[in-house]
Each structure stands twice: as C-alpha cells, then as structure tokens.
C-alpha cells in the first residue's frame, strides 16, 4: 500500500488502468462494465435532475431508496428491517471507512480474508488498526476453521467478510459463515460484511449473513449499486445494522460527506425495484461473459480457477513459464495487449502461492472478451 516516501501509493487499479490507458491495451484490470446499466435507472438519475433533486439531501439517505433497500432485503431474503436500520453512503467504500472509523482504533485487530480488496487493508491502516488476515487457498478459497479460531484474540474488534468474494469469485458456504458468527461472539467482536456482489451470483444462491439470527445484534451489512446496475461511477451504497449502530456510524459519516448522490439516489430506489427479469438477465449475462473469458484463458494456457460470482476470475500464469504476475502484468500489454491485476497486490508478501496469478476482470462486452482471449493465445 505504501510507496517508497512512505505515503499511500495510487491503488493497482488506478495503476493498471492508467497502463492500460498509455498503452491502448485491453483494460480487464478493474472491475468496470463497459455497457450501460438498465434504461429506466438511467432515465430515473436524469428525471431527478430536471426536478430538482440537486441539492444536500436527508443525512440518512433519500427515503425512497431507504424504503427500497428495506423491500428489496425482504424480498430476497426474508429479512425485515425498519427505517432507523438503513444509511446510505458514498458507495461501499464509504460505507467500509465509517463503519472501521466507528468502531476501531489504534491496536485494535481486524480479521480479513486473504486475498482481500485492497482498501480493507488501506483503511484498517489510516485508522492504525492491526490487520490480521486468513488465508484463504485454492481450489476452493474457503476460510479453515482452524486458521479462522487461530487468528483470533482478545484484541480481535471486527471481522470482515466478503461473499461473494472479491478477486477469488468464490462465496463462503453456510458451515464458514456460521464459524465465523461463532468466532465473533466468542470475542464479542462486529462482524462487517461486504455484499457488493450479491446480485452477481452464477451457480448458487447468495445467502447473506443476516438471515442467521445470531448474527444480527452485531452485523454491519454493506451493500451498493455500482455492480448490480453497471454504475460504479455513481458510487451509492448502504449500511444496514441496528438502529443504535446507524447512528453511531451516520455520526462519522457526517464529516466525511455529510451526504451524497441526491439525483442518484432515487435511481438507485427504481432499480432495487425492479422486476425479477431484470435480476435473472444481469446473472445470464455476466455468467456468459465469465465463460467466454475462462474458455479463453485455458485456451491460452493459464491455470484458471472457476469463479461462481462477481466480475473476476483468477488465472495462473505459472504453467505458461511465468512465476511473477507482478512482473508479467507490467509487460503484459506490450505481449499481448491486455491488462491484469497481479493477485499479490491483494495479499501479504508472504503469500508465495498467489505470486504468479493475475485476476481478470470479465464485466466487458463480449467482443472485448473474445479479443482479449485471442491476444492472449499469442503468450505461448
Ligand atoms: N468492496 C468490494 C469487494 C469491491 O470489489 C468494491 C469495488 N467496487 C467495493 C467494495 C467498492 O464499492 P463502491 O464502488 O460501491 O464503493
Ligand atoms: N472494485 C473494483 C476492483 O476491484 C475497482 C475498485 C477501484 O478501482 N478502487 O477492481
């Protein structure tokens, strides 16, 4: 995370976006969709916009699209929540600050899984919080329960998930996600999931950790829209928790934007509202795009492992003679046109295995894909 002088460096993303943009090369570095979301959510950011929903909105959030978070959890999962249980942010992300803001401070430890979304670790560390990580290893990236209890302490404030899983695409199934609720109460810890990929779910059901009872009292569930409706440039998530821990993490939210998005808002609320088509389309779709993309790495001779969610899948670059993926995806678009995300810049530098993988993003029209596939059967 930190450059030579010390300071926050710019993230791998915006590092491998900025080479794909230097080089003209083929960007399935970050997780960005190249086609436009659903019409009526577009047209709905443009309607609020020519009536006047321009200026400083509710601290809360819009309440239409408190009221649509509050369906939505009821209609996918059965969960019931009030008003006083939703905040909406600047996207996931802002959600993730708040919440470790709120909650953490210096010394305290905070248990991720590794590999993770790189600001975990970057604002775990602006808030001088000790970052714990469990590995997590293929083929099937699922926690160990052992690994899990073991990293565990008294000092062990929060634990953090994300299922579905970013970069590995995988979902923690039911027995881990219960361990992990077990582990929390035993340190009385918060347990923060990250949910940005639930509607992204190819061969399996998306079961969120809220609909275990146990966990309620002390979960933080965070969700967004960029991924759900292709708009990660409007950067509207929500926090969703216990009236009292709203509060306390609105409270923090207040001076870091104090609100957000007003004309995005109510877009968001249309999409959450939307049909069951739309939902089913978004999964069909992006489930082609993951096979076209994993068909085309093997071709090429990477080692790919299958990803059931998300915008990603991890390709090994070991057996096509290259062992750092750091180094192969600096040259990667002079070899081939395309760019990558090194697994490493997501984990410990102590994680060996992963050293020689790249994660590819999928979320890209089809022809792009195909592209990509073609230029990268000329690494061999
Ligand atoms: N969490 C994960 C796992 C992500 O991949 C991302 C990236 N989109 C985010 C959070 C950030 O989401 P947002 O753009 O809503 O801030
Ligand atoms: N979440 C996206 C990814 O993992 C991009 C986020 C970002 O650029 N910060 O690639």
């Known amino acids: 995370l930190l450059g030579a002088d010390g300071r926050l460096a710019p993230t791998i993303f915006a590092e491998m976006t900025a080479l794909a943009t230097a080089t003209g090369a083929l960007n399935l570095g970050q997780g960005f969709p190249d086609e436009d979301g659903p019409r009526a959510v577009l047209d709905a950011a443009k309607h609020a916009i020519d009536h006047g929903r321009n ?12 009221d649509a978070v509050i369906e939505h959890q009821r209609r996918f999962y059965g969960i019931g929540l009030g008003r006083g249980d939703v905040l909406v942010t600047a996207g996931a992300t802002e959600a993730l600050a708040a919440t470790m803001l709120a909650y953490l401070g210096p010394g305290d430890e905070v248990i991720v899984f590794e590999p993770y979304y790189d600001a975990y670790a970057a604002i775990a560390a602006l808030v001088g919080a000790v970052l714990v990580p469990v590995p997590l290893h293929a083929p099937d990236f699922q926690p160990d329960p052992e690994r899990l209890a073991r990293a565990a302490s008294p000092r062990t404030r929060m634990i953090l998930v994300n299922s579905p899983h970013n970069p590995t695409g995988t979902m923690f199934g039911e027995e881990a996600l219960r361990e992990i609720v077990r582990v929390a109460e035993r340190r009385d810890a918060i347990i923060v999931t990250d949910e940005v990929y639930e509607h992204l779910v190819y061969d399996d059901q998306h079961v969120p950790i809220a609909s275990f009872d146990a966990a309620r009292e002390r979960l933080v569930s965070i969700s967004s829209a960029g991924k759900t409706f292709s708009v990660t440039g409007w950067k509207i998530g929500w926090i969703m928790s216990t009236p009292e821990r709203i509060a306390q993490i609105g409270a923090v939210k207040q001076y870091l934007t104090f609100v957000n998005g007003a004309p995005f808002q109510p877009a968001v609320a249309v999409g959450l509202r939307l049909p069951d088509e739309h939902f089913d389309t978004i999964v069909a779709s992006f489930a082609r795009k993951r096979d076209i993309l994993t068909r085309g790495l093997r071709k090429a001779g990477f080692a790919v492992h299958d990803a059931n969610a998300g915008y990603f899948v991890l390709a090994d670059a070991a057996p096509l003679g290259f062992d750092d993926a750091t180094a192969l995806a600096r040259r990667l678009p002079e070899l081939a ?38 230029r990268l059967a000329g690494l061999r």
Do not use: N, W
């Open 337 to 374: 046109g395309v760019v990558g995300v090194p697994l490493s810049a997501l984990a410990r530098p102590s994680r060996r295995d992963l050293r020689s993988t790249l994660r590819f993003a999928f979320c890209k029209s089809d022809d792009m894909l195909h592209e990509a596939s073609a």
């Open 55 to 66: 200026q400083y909105g509710p601290g809360r959030g819009a309440q239409e699209l408190i």
